[in-house]
């Protein structure tokens, strides 16, 4: 957002004062609409202080927001589509959902919108400006039913569509949650039993200079490099985990390499794979069954997916629709969807029926996800136990194999 003096001249009274805006034409329309009068001069000036400083301290508390939580988001669009399908001006609805909402971030942007479907401006226009923060998809959307002349059911497929999303990455927080706990535990007991106990045995290992088994050598060692390292190696952790997700969000090499790497992963690359495909096809079959042609549907369906590396694979998809490749050739060549998958796009495409059987797809894909996410603990339960069995093996071995060899010494010099 830039700043602009504007300078009129009303009732014979000249005034100056300051408009914010993102152009001078729009700040000339703004000014024009709020006060009125002739508009003798607009011209860029820089912020004011308070300004700056306000900026100042909203980009170091909010640094890493980008884009609008998707249950926020989701709200707002409900109560916006209502408020259209009741015939209540877009401007007036906007600025009523921008005064109830509690967040000052999301309140300027709503007014903005407002200020500038007053000045003249479409709404699709408006919302264009914030795309990174509400969505591309949310663009597309309001363009929609902008063209077809009913916002409120775009508004309402749009919530749909968001909502389905954001049930999605709910259930996999959910699902996740508790191997996560576990492990976390099972790691802080671990240290503590490394750091407390075993310097215990320590000193009764030290008196009889007896050769040590090799878990007790082992135990003795993490004992050592956790008492002696262990503040440095939880701060390098921390740099590292940090450094890690900067370099993950800004550096698209990186991201890529790592978007990569987890579809390897045990596991974790069946819940990526079968989430940011039922996303995908969930998008695209949502857009084409509105009348968005397919080569933007493709377009608009590719940016939900945020894993680097299936996105590429997708683009492929779009590209080759859009030089005349048949939609079921151009998936087969992304190499990601399976035969059954194309027989039922290639059915589609040749029955004029191709949003039913995306439909079905994204359908699929939600089962195939909702399927493992149901079953994540009988995945992950034998991994955990083999940990836990490992480590109280470790720990059984490393303390009762010395005391087992000195018990035998003692009873043999009686």
Do not use: C
């Not at 002349?149 to 927080?173: H, P, S, W």
């Not at 994204?362 to 136990?385: Q, T, W």
């Amino acid at each position: 957002m830039r700043y602009f003096n504007v300078i009129t001249i009303k009732r014979g009274k000249k005034t100056n004062f300051l408009i914010k805006s993102h152009d001078k034409k729009e700040a000339y329309e703004k000014a024009k609409l709020k006060y009125g009068g002739i508009i003798v001069r607009v011209e860029e000036t820089s912020a004011p202080i308070e300004e700056r400083l306000k900026e100042i301290k909203k980009n170091l508390l909010s640094s890493r927001r980008k884009k609008i939580k998707r249950d926020v988001l989701i709200a707002i669009i409900r109560q916006l589509a209502v408020m259209s399908n009741a015939g209540i001006p877009l401007h007036d609805a906007i600025q009523e959902i921008a005064l109830s909402t509690h967040d000052a971030g999301l309140r300027e942007i709503l007014l903005d919108i407002a200020d500038s479907i007053n000045a003249g401006i479409s709404l699709s226009q408006a919302v264009e400006k914030y795309k990174d923060q509400l969505g591309t998809l949310t663009v597309t959307m309001i363009k929609l039913g902008e063209q077809t002349g009913d916002m409120a059911y775009a508004l309402f497929t749009l919530a749909n569509i968001l909502e389905q999303i954001d049930e999605n990455v709910r259930k996999f927080k959910k699902a996740i949650r508790y191997p996560l706990i576990t492990l976390g535990a099972m790691a802080i007991a671990f240290t503590i039993l490394i750091s407390y106990v075993v310097p215990k045995f320590k000193e009764i290992f030290e008196k009889f200079h007896a050769e040590l088994p090799l878990p007790t050598r082992i135990l003795l060692g993490l004992e050592h490099i956790i008492n002696t390292y262990g503040p440095y190696i939880l701060l390098g952790l921390v740099v590292a985990l940090g450094v890690a997700i900067y370099l993950y969000r800004h550096n698209d090499q990186f991201k890529y390499t790592l978007d990569k790497a987890f579809l390897r992963i045990y596991l974790l690359k069946d819940i990526i794979f079968y989430a940011q495909l039922n996303r995908f096809t969930l998008v695209l079959t949502e857009l084409i069954k509105a009348g968005i042609p397919v080569v933007d549907a493709l377009d608009n369906a590719i940016k939900m997916v945020s894993n680097s590396y299936l996105k590429e694979r997708l683009s492929i998809v779009k590209n080759m629709v859009e030089k005349g490749s048949s939609i079921e050739e151009a998936f087969k060549e992304t190499g990601l969807f399976e035969n059954m998958i194309l027989q039922m796009i290639s059915a589609g495409e040749a029955s004029g029926q191709l949003d039913s059987m995306l439909q079905k797809i994204s359908e699929y894909y939600g089962m195939k996800f909702d399927y493992i996410l149901d079953n994540l603990s009988s995945y992950i339960e034998p991994i955990m136990l083999a940990i836990i069995a490992a480590l109280v093996l470790l720990l059984a071995l490393g303390i009762f194999l010395p005391m087992w060899d000195m018990a035998k010494v003692v009873q043999g010099g009686a």
